[in-house]
């Protein structure tokens, strides 16, 4: 396989990413004492500095790639809402698909760290889900991106009332109008809602509490793989992707399916893993490669970025070298 020509391949590619969009905030700085008014450590402050998080950090990913996403979301008429404009623009994002809401506040989540150690996190946000009025206008605008002409929709779902089942169904029922692929990244609160997709991928957490289900995925893999078969007969979903954390990842389409192990990682930090393993798989699902190597490429992908503190994207050159030294052997 040929890796630097599929990544050329996914040079200006349009993705639509539909979904909670939020600022990441991180407050950096150094601790030496404990306040005298409570027995909590104060934090010497030496930066603060705001990301792109949520369905706009998959986005984030895409440009990383070459790729050009397009960013469909609600989110507050406010401060963090004109931030966010601001973060996208940097980053090259499109933000033609916004909807800017009087109603609604901008997701911020903000991580107070001290000497390189998450010490607090505060989350400003509303998830009851938007209203008819706003679900319309975001509707009216996927449907005449899709119109303009993507290559790709993405669903990024965190549970911050964006992605209502309405909303869902129609935006899918769109794509696959234009025959255009569709990737899923679920939360538990909708999981259900995305029939008809081509690629479904949840973690194992999120496809036991989607599904209501318990078991060990070391003790009974048979469960498990029933479990996906589960899933498959509810959803009419084209390929099941799976994220098993320590053990890899699992990815099915129709009778094939295979189980990709994970590479030894010095793990810094998780966060943001998720967005990245769905964009690369999206990019590798838009440019035609079979399902062995979009697992492969978004296995060795998702552990990278784990290697680094904090929600960063992928680099281009880094994944590409890492993808032909495994998978060229």
Do not use: W
Request: with cysteine.
């Amino acid at each position: 396989m040929d890796f630097k020509n599929l990544f050329n391949q996914f040079v200006g590619k349009r993705i639509l990413v539909i979904g909670d969009v939020m600022i990441d905030s991180y407050l950096r700085g150094k601790v030496n004492r404990v306040s005298p008014e409570a027995p909590v450590p104060i934090v010497s402050l030496d930066l603060e500095e705001d990301r792109l998080g949520g369905a706009a950090n998959v986005a984030v990913n895409l440009v990383a790639m070459g790729a050009k996403p397009i960013i469909c979301s609600v989110v507050g008429n406010d401060k963090h809402g004109g931030i966010l404009k601001s973060l996208l623009s940097d980053a090259g994002i499109s933000d033609e698909g916004l909807v800017y809401s009087t109603d609604r506040k901008t997701t911020v989540k903000t991580r107070v760290i001290g000497n390189n150690q998450q010490l607090l996190r505060i989350d400003s946000e509303q998830i009851n889900p938007i209203s008819l009025l706003e679900e319309k206008d975001l509707i009216d605008l996927v449907k005449s991106l899709i119109n303009s002409g993507v290559d790709g929709v993405i669903f990024e779902d965190y549970n911050k009332g964006v992605l209502t089942s309405t909303f869902i169904q129609t935006a899918i029922s769109l794509a696959n109008e234009k025959g255009i692929v569709s990737a899923v990244d679920p939360k538990k609160e909708n999981f259900l809602a995305y029939k008809n997709v081509t690629l479904f991928k949840p973690n194992l957490k999120e496809l036991k509490e989607g599904l209501g289900l318990d078991f060990s995925f070391v003790q009974s893999p048979d469960k498990f793989e029933e479990a996906v078969v589960l899933l498959e007969s509810e959803l009419n979903n084209k390929i099941s992707f799976v994220t098993l954390s320590e053990h890899g990842v699992f990815i099915k389409e129709g009778q094939t399916q295979e189980y990709i192990a994970a590479h030894l990682r010095n793990i810094a930090d998780v966060s943001g893993a998720g967005d990245t393993v769905i964009s690369i798989a999206t990019l590798c699902l838009v440019a035609g490669i079979p399902i062995h190597l979009i697992a492969e490429i978004s296995n060795i992908a998702g552990g990278l970025v784990c290697e680094k503190s904090g929600v960063v994207s992928i680099q281009k050159e880094q994944l590409l070298r890492e993808v032909e030294e495994l998978l060229m052997k």
